[in-house]
C-alpha cells in the first residue's frame, strides 16, 4: 500500500509543479521582453556615441550641440531606468541632430525630420517610405533610411536588426518589443501596425529601460 501512496504523491507533485511553471511563464517572458527592450534600446544609445564620435570637426554645430544634449538626455534616461519611450525620443531627436550636422557640413538641404528607418533604428532617420515584402509575410509600407531603400529597390534584402529569440536570431520586431516599436514609431501607422500584431507579455503595465 505504501507504493500506492508514494505514486499518488509523485503524481500530485508532478502536476503541481506543471501548473506553477505554467502560470510562472507569462512573467519570465514579461522579464525576458522588458531585457530585450533594454538591450536594443542601449544598444542604439551606444551607437549614437559613435556617430558623434565621427563628426569631431563639427563640434560647433549648433545641430552638434542638440545632438549631443540628446544624447546625454538618452545616457541618463537609460542609467534611471526610465521608460522605453523616454530613451527612443532622446535617441531619434540626436539621430536627427546628427542628419543636420552631415546635411551642412556636405552643402546640402537640411533632411525631413522623419520616424527612425523601420529595418534598424540605429540607421537613423528615414528618408523614404517603400514597399517591402516580408519573407513568409505579406506586402508592407515601411520608412527605411537611404541605404535599405537602395538595396529594396535593387531587389535584394535591407539589413535587418536582428536579436535573439529563445536561442533563434529573428527580426527585432518578432521577439515582443511592441513597447520599443511603439516607442520610434507612433507617428507612422504602417510601421506601428507590425508590432500591433506582434503578442506582447510584457503589456499591462509602464515599460522602464531598467
Known amino acids: 500500500m505504501v507504493w500506492l501512496y508514494l505514486t499518488l504523491g509523485a503524481g500530485v507533485l508532478i502536476v503541481v509543479g506543471g501548473y506553477l511553471r505554467a502560470r510562472g511563464a507569462p512573467a519570465r517572458a514579461a522579464v525576458g521582453a522588458k531585457k530585450r527592450m533594454r538591450d536594443l534600446v542601449t544598444e542604439d544609445v551606444e551607437q549614437l556615441r559613435a556617430e558623434l564620435d565621427t563628426l569631431d570637426g563639427a563640434t560647433a554645430d549648433p545641430h552638434y550641440v542638440q545632438a549631443q544634449r540628446a544624447y546625454e538626455s538618452a545616457r541618463a534616461a537609460l542609467a534611471q531606468s526610465q521608460e522605453i519611450e523616454t530613451v527612443a525620443e532622446a535617441v531619434a531627436e540626436g539621430n536627427y541632430e546628427v542628419a543636420c550636422v552631415r546635411a551642412r557640413r556636405d552643402g546640402r538641404e537640411l533632411p525631413e525630420d522623419r520616424v527612425a528607418c523601420f529595418f534598424d533604428p540605429r540607421h537613423g532617420p528615414s528618408t523614404v517610405d517603400v514597399l517591402w515584402t516580408e519573407p513568409g509575410g505579406g506586402r508592407r509600407r515601411l520608412p527605411a533610411c537611404t541605404g535599405d531603400a537602395e538595396w529594396i529597390s535593387a531587389g535584394a534584402e535591407p ?31 504602417h510601421a506601428l501596425a507590425v508590432f500591433a500584431a506582434e503578442p506582447d507579455p510584457s503589456e499591462g ?5 531598467g
Open 205 to 209: 503595465g509602464s515599460h522602464t529601460a
Open 159 to 189: 539589413f535587418l536588426r536582428t536579436v535573439d529569440y529563445d536561442g533563434v536570431q529573428v527580426p527585432y520586431w518578432e521577439a515582443d518589443t511592441g513597447a520599443y516599436g511603439r516607442a520610434y514609431f507612433s507617428t507612422d501607422e
